[in-house]
């Protein structure tokens, strides 16, 4: 639409907010080289800090790349939106992997320059970005088949020595954190829930509070019955019997008494999960069980079940617990369930007002339960596994799950003499934490950022001589195709380019390829002898 008419006595000249496409790529060119420049300053380990002020905040110095990167204002639109575009796709890999915005936006930015004089671009740019998306995928095959190594395949020492460096590297070298969370890390399994806090109090260095047992946060004491007449802020109860429940009505309170007076008799407390509670237990709660503190009775409102992860986790817990969750709404009057089949219990049960509920040692992680247990927790890892490991939200909610039945939670609190300086190296920690899990779970490759620049040579090696036993998506779609061919070979080329003109590293692989046909072994062979 027209901005506007500017009038004059000689001529009218219509503005408007379309521009052509080479304006587009000229200004988008000119805001990565912007971005670039600015963030490559602080790139290595011997990159410069940053001056970052806001007005009312206190200024703080940083090299963390992602921290600079949000802090960058443009005042054109098209800038805005390259360096909005720029801001998710870095978040999403220090996201993953804690580290290498900095490394990835240098490198990205060369690529756009070398690529965008190809002239695929503009005839055919659905073709081109299917070829592109093949590079991507054969280059992540390649580096993950011949060129990571897995954390699994060494030793307790030599795995801790490797999250050490990895650790060191994604804090900007300072060992003795590098080497703390490691330590930590080294200590865990993949699916150990690690989180990151500014310690509350004035100490330096960082110290990590292992949690065992099964923590719902969510899962407090029924409002306004709050911890029924203790005053305390926290209730502990040692081996409890707990009861699940989707909704407790009152035609099953008298179960639910009698259950209690055989309980009290043998001094042990009834913790009584569920979701809905009809009025008239309510009723009864509050008129015969809050005045008698001797009752043993404690109701725990879950999560709403309304949505299906809070279903999912309910179900958890009672696999945990060992319960099977009732459904009081569909049993009669005549059906009264028997304690055995439906009640589960723990070894502790702790009961905070802010901090929710905690299990520990829940009866069916021990004895003979745990056989179904563990069948249990393996579907859940198998649908971890099976997942798309881009759909993210998805596989991480089942790897919360997993922490939380193998109750495994660790909180790292980071100390230092100010608390700006607290934050900031929480900041370190974090970036540290992300690195080494992901080295767990993706393996680490030798040579960390110059892995691609291999990987990339190895593939020209494959399209142009065609010799290895490979399939890869690349020639499936340029087999016999010499234009194709041809594009293919200028994105390789333009990627070699680009990590050689940031990392100043120039990959020297000469293959020595005999006329004979390779095994998968011995190609293996080849390339790694040859990386290496």
């Known amino acids: 639409y027209s901005k506007g008419l500017i009038m004059s006595d000689e001529k009218i000249v219509l503005t408007d907010n379309v521009i052509d496409g080479e304006t587009l790529r000229t200004r988008i060119g000119d805001t990565l080289n912007r971005v670039t420049e600015i963030i490559s300053k602080s790139y290595g380990p011997f990159g410069s800090h940053s001056f970052m002020s806001n007005r009312g905040d206190v200024p703080k110095f940083?090299?963390?790349?992602?921290?600079?990167?949000?802090?960058?204002?443009?005042?054109?639109?098209?800038?805005?939106?390259?360096?909005i575009l720029v801001q998710r796709l870095s978040q999403g890999l220090v996201r993953e992997t804690g580290d290498g915005s900095t490394s990835s936006i240098v490198t990205a930015n060369a690529l756009f320059h070398q690529l965008k004089k190809m002239s695929l671009i503009d005839s055919n740019p659905k073709q081109f970005s299917t070829l592109l998306k093949a590079v991507q995928e054969d280059l992540e095959f390649i580096i993950e088949e011949f060129l990571a190594v897995r954390l699994e395949e060494l030793s307790f020492e030599k795995r801790l020595e490797v999250l050490t460096n990895i650790a060191t590297l994604s804090n900007n070298n300072d060992k003795t954190i590098g080497s703390e969370v490691a330590r930590i890390i080294n200590n865990t399994n993949a699916y150990t829930s690690v989180t990151v806090e500014a310690s509350p109090y004035n100490v330096t260095g960082i110290q990590e509070v292992i949690k065992d047992g099964y923590s719902a946060k969510k899962y407090k004491a029924s409002t306004p019955f709050i911890l029924k007449n203790v005053d305390e802020n926290t209730i502990e109860?040692?081996?409890?019997?707990?009861?699940?429940?989707?909704?407790?009505?009152?035609?099953?309170?008298?179960?639910?008494?009698?259950?209690?007076?055989?309980?009290?008799?043998?001094?042990?407390?009834?913790?009584?999960?569920?979701?809905?509670?009809?009025?008239?237990?309510?009723?009864?709660?509050?008129?015969?069980?809050?005045?008698?503190?001797?009752?043993?009775?404690?109701?725990?409102?879950?999560?709403?079940?309304?949505?299906?992860?809070?279903?999912?986790r309910?179900?958890?817990?009672?696999?945990?617990?060992?319960?099977?969750?009732?459904?009081?709404?569909?049993?009669?009057?005549?059906?009264?369930?028997?304690?055995?089949?439906?009640?589960g219990g723990c070894g502790l049960f702790k009961l905070n007002r802010q901090d929710g509920s905690l299990f520990v040692k829940g009866a069916g992680t021990i004895g003979e339960n745990i056989n179904k247990f563990q069948d249990y927790l393996y579907k859940l890892q198998s649908e971890y596994d099976e997942l798309n490991p881009q759909l993210k939200i998805a596989r991480g909610a089942i790897k919360s799950r997993i922490a939380q039945l193998n109750a495994s939670f660790v909180t790292i609190f980071v100390g230092g003499s100010t608390q700006e300086e607290k934050d900031n190296n929480v900041y370190l920690v974090e970036d540290s934490v992300l690195a080494c899990r992901s080295a767990i779970e993706h393996g680490y490759t030798l040579?960390?950022?110059?892995?691609?620049?291999?990987?990339?040579?190895?593939?020209?090696?494959?399209v142009i001589n065609q010799t290895f036993p490979i399939k890869t998506r690349t020639m499936e779609l340029v087999d016999s195709n010499n234009d194709l061919m041809v594009a293919v070979l200028n994105i390789l080329d333009a990627i070699i380019y680009a990590y050689t003109r940031i990392h100043k590293t120039k990959p020297s692989i000469n293959i020595p390829v005999e006329e004979k046909d390779y095994t998968e072994e011995e190609t293996k062979e080849l390339i790694l002898n040859n990386f290496q």
């Open 62 to 83: 940083t090299k963390d790349g992602f921290s600079i990167l949000e802090k960058i204002h443009f005042d054109d639109l098209i800038a805005q939106n390259v360096h």
């Open 237 to 312: 109860l040692e081996s409890p019997v707990v009861l699940m429940a989707y909704e407790l009505y009152d035609i099953h309170y008298a179960w639910i008494e009698g259950l209690l007076h055989n309980l009290s008799n043998a001094n042990r407390s009834l913790v009584v999960i569920y979701d809905n509670m009809d009025k008239a237990v309510q009723e009864k709660y509050i008129s015969y069980i809050m005045p008698n503190p001797e009752i043993k009775l404690y109701l725990v409102n879950s999560d709403s079940l309304a949505r299906d992860e809070n279903i999912d």
């Open 314 to 343: 309910f179900n958890d817990l009672s696999v945990y617990l060992n319960c099977n969750p009732l459904e009081f709404s569909k049993i009669s009057t005549d059906y009264i369930p028997k304690p055995n089949n439906v009640l």
């Open 447 to 462: 040579g960390s950022n110059i892995a691609p620049l291999f990987a990339t040579r190895i593939l020209l090696e494959i």
